[in-house]
């Protein structure tokens, strides 16, 4: 057994070895010197590792913009500084000119990019294409997530769904852990708006998959058994062998006219054909739909927790959102459900929720590549280079946020922040496409809550963690307590 042990641990390190050695050699190759002596100021870290182990270490600890914030008074405030990620050379930019430079310029000069983990997982999709193909993805899906779905037909599932929820999961309960109880809520919402999917079993396997697959594209791409990586590339199979089966399922049903030709997301992509008369192949529709159902429960269901959070500590600005929703629900008949011109009526409430975005973006940023070398600032950014912007950083400046640590939903109101100083669905043509749904997701969501409870925080200022997105490390415990009627 001891030498059976023993080999096998031979065996391990011989191919972790020659992985790295591997890696060392694709690296080195691709890594082509630049010539330019025009470059921003920065450093490259380790070989390979780059920094890395920083940069994850700094959302590990709860404060993604550290890892800029160091380099800037280390590099002396420099409107953009190079380092390198995820085995890449990349530019960082984090202030509002930055912002709007790189969103005005994609597929100019620069172009969607994500880090090897998440392209490898998700495969081919809106989150993967580029240009063109990009374009007409965001069109066929935009009928989907956007205000015109939302008006017509979301508002009031959503609400049905999420009261149904809060009478089973937060009625009758002294104690909930938030994040735990949004999250099923939300990926059981996402289900049945994108796939129809309600049967609960099948909605937990799913949600359950989904969690491991999450932890995977926040991963290095080690494709070795016992890492994240692994992990999550298995349960993406699984996740997208389910999605086959209820596409070719739908199809069935499409082409017995036992499904209605506009029912939900599936049937849409289903029947869409680009200017050439081309369809979405199976794997291609399975491949949207999971980024559609990752993207669409996940970032929500971390706002409403850091939502909760905040309002548990602010019981001055949750008497004000107390307030308005209140003034909703008395102009409502009993039992009826809101419209969409209900949620046009949260202004403040949204204003709340914009400061809780602003303070703790769930998404600290997103990544390009350079499709040609350009200037920037005065610095030259070489065809190839990565960059990253930054919400996390542009939201944490002085320069942009007066008082800047300060909770303080009166900035939203009027004109609001300067434009690209407030970037947590980022911008340009590759805005999020879910950001109307995700108001209204967090919208309701917040009604229902606050016009039946207030709640204590049971781990006063819990730590928050960004893996990937932003969370309270136990999930945030709240006593709850329901209003007297
Ligand atoms: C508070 C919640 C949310 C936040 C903070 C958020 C944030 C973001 C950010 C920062 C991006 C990247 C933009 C870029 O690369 O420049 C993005 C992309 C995206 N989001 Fe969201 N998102 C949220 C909710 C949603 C929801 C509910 C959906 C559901 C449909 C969604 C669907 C997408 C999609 C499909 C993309 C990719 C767009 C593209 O590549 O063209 N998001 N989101």
Same mark, same amino acid.
């Given at each position: 057994?001891?030498?059976?042990?023993?080999?096998?641990?031979?065996?391990?390190?011989?191919?972790?070895?020659?992985?790295?050695?591997?890696?060392?050699?694709?690296?080195?190759?691709?890594?082509?010197?630049?010539?330019?002596?025009?470059?921003?100021?920065?450093?490259?870290?380790?070989?390979?590792?780059?920094?890395?182990?920083?940069?994850?270490?700094?959302?590990?600890?709860?404060?993604?913009?550290?890892?800029?914030?160091?380099?800037?008074?280390?590099?002396?405030?420099?409107?953009?500084?190079?380092?390198?990620?995820?085995?890449?050379?990349?530019?960082?930019?984090?202030?509002?000119?930055?912002?709007?430079?790189?969103?005005?310029?994609?597929?100019?000069?620069?172009?969607?990019?994500?880090?090897?983990?998440?392209?490898?997982?998700?495969?081919?999709?809106?989150?993967?294409?580029?240009?063109?193909?990009?374009?007409?993805?965001?069109?066929?899906?935009?009928?989907?997530?956007?205000?015109?779905?939302?008006?017509?037909?979301?508002?009031?599932?959503?609400?049905?769904?999420?009261?149904?929820?809060?009478?089973?999961?937060?009625?009758?309960?002294?104690?909930?852990?938030?994040? $735990? %109880?949004?999250?099923?809520?939300?990926?059981? /919402?996402?289900?049945? *708006?994108?796939?129809?999917? !309600?049967?609960?079993?099948? +909605?937990?396997?799913?949600?359950?998959?989904?969690?491991?697959?999450?932890?995977?594209?926040?991963?290095?791409?080690?494709?070795?058994?016992?890492?994240?990586?692994?992990?999550?590339?298995?349960?993406?199979?699984?996740?997208?062998?389910?999605?086959?089966?209820?596409?070719?399922?739908?199809?069935?049903?499409?082409?017995?006219?036992?499904?209605?030709?506009?029912?939900?997301?599936?049937?849409?992509?289903?029947?869409?054909?680009?200017?050439?008369?081309?369809?979405?192949?199976?794997?291609?529709?399975?491949?949207?739909?999971?980024?559609?159902?990752?993207?669409?429960? $996940? %970032?929500?269901?971390?706002?409403?927790?850091? /939502?909760?959070?905040? *309002?548990?500590?602010?019981? !001055?600005?949750?008497?004000? +959102?107390?307030?308005?929703?209140?003034?909703?629900?008395?102009?409502?008949?009993?039992?009826?459900?809101?419209?969409?011109?209900?949620?046009?009526?949260?202004?403040?409430?949204?204003?709340?929720?914009?400061?809780?975005?602003?303070?703790?973006?769930?998404?600290?940023?997103?990544?390009?590549?350079?499709?040609?070398?350009?200037?920037?600032?005065?610095?030259?950014?070489?065809?190839?280079?990565?960059?990253?912007?930054?919400?996390?950083?542009?939201?944490?400046?002085?320069?942009?946020?007066?008082?800047?640590?300060?909770?303080?939903?009166?900035?939203?109101?009027?004109?609001?922040?300067?434009?690209?100083?407030?970037?947590?669905?980022?911008?340009?043509?590759?805005?999020?496409?879910?950001?109307?749904?995700?108001?209204?997701?967090?919208?309701?969501?917040?009604?229902?809550?606050?016009?039946?409870?207030?709640?204590?925080?049971?781990?006063?200022?819990?730590?928050?963690?960004?893996?990937?997105?932003?969370?309270?490390?136990?999930?945030?415990?709240?006593?709850?307590?329901?209003?007297?009627?």
């Amino acid at each position: 057994m001891a030498s059976f042990m023993v080999s096998m641990a031979g065996m391990f390190l011989a191919f972790f070895f020659v992985f790295i050695v591997t890696c060392f050699v694709v690296h080195i190759y691709r890594k082509k010197p630049v010539t330019t002596n025009n470059l921003p100021p920065g450093g490259f870290g380790w070989p390979l590792l780059g920094e890395t182990l920083e940069f994850i270490r700094a959302q590990r600890n709860g404060t993604p913009g550290k890892f800029i914030k160091d380099r800037i008074e280390r590099y002396g405030n420099p409107s953009v500084f190079k380092t390198s990620l995820f085995g890449h050379r990349m530019v960082v930019f984090y202030k509002p000119d930055g912002n709007k430079f790189v969103f005005g310029n994609e597929n100019k000069l620069v172009a969607l990019w994500l880090p090897e983990a998440i392209g490898s997982l998700c495969g081919k999709c809106l989150n993967t294409s580029r240009g063109h193909e990009a374009k007409w993805l965001r069109k066929v899906m935009l009928p989907c997530v956007g205000p015109e779905a939302l008006s017509n037909r979301y508002v009031g599932a959503m609400d049905v769904v999420t009261r149904l929820h809060i009478k089973k999961q937060w009625e009758g309960r002294n104690k909930v852990t938030v994040f $735990d %109880t949004v999250k099923p809520c939300l990926f059981e /919402l996402a289900c049945r *708006l994108f796939i129809s999917l !309600d049967d609960p079993n099948h +909605v937990a396997k799913l949600g359950s998959l989904f969690n491991t697959f999450l932890k995977g594209i926040g991963s290095l791409p080690i494709d070795i058994p016992g890492t994240r990586f692994y992990r999550g590339k298995r349960a993406t199979f699984a996740i997208k062998k389910q999605l086959i089966m209820l596409i070719n399922q739908r199809k069935l049903a499409l082409k017995q006219q036992n499904a209605s030709s506009f029912e939900d997301l599936l049937s849409h992509l289903l029947q869409s054909s680009d200017e050439n008369g081309r369809f979405l192949s199976e794997m291609e529709i399975a491949n949207n739909i999971l980024l559609l159902l990752f993207a669409g429960h $996940d %970032t929500s269901a971390v706002s409403i927790t850091l /939502l909760m959070k905040s *309002l548990g500590e602010h019981p !001055d600005i949750y008497k004000n +959102v107390l307030k308005e929703q209140m003034g909703i629900l008395e102009g409502k008949a009993p039992g009826e459900a809101l419209n969409w011109e209900d949620i046009q009526k949260m202004r403040y409430s949204w204003n709340v929720v914009c400061e809780v975005l602003r303070l703790n973006p769930p998404v600290i940023g997103a990544f390009r590549e350079a499709l040609v070398d350009f200037e920037y600032a005065g610095y030259t950014i070489p065809k190839g280079w990565k960059i990253m912007w930054s919400a996390a950083m542009t939201h944490k400046e002085e320069d942009n946020y007066p008082n800047v640590t300060k909770f303080d939903p009166s900035r939203f109101e009027g004109t609001g922040p300067t434009p690209f100083a407030y970037v947590p669905f980022g911008g340009g043509p590759r805005m999020c496409l879910g950001k109307e749904l995700a108001r209204v997701q967090i919208l309701v969501f917040l009604h229902n809550i606050v016009t039946k409870f207030s709640w204590d925080l049971l781990i006063p200022d819990e730590k928050i963690e960004y893996d990937p997105f932003a969370t309270p490390v136990k999930g945030l415990p709240i006593r709850l307590h329901p209003h007297k009627l």
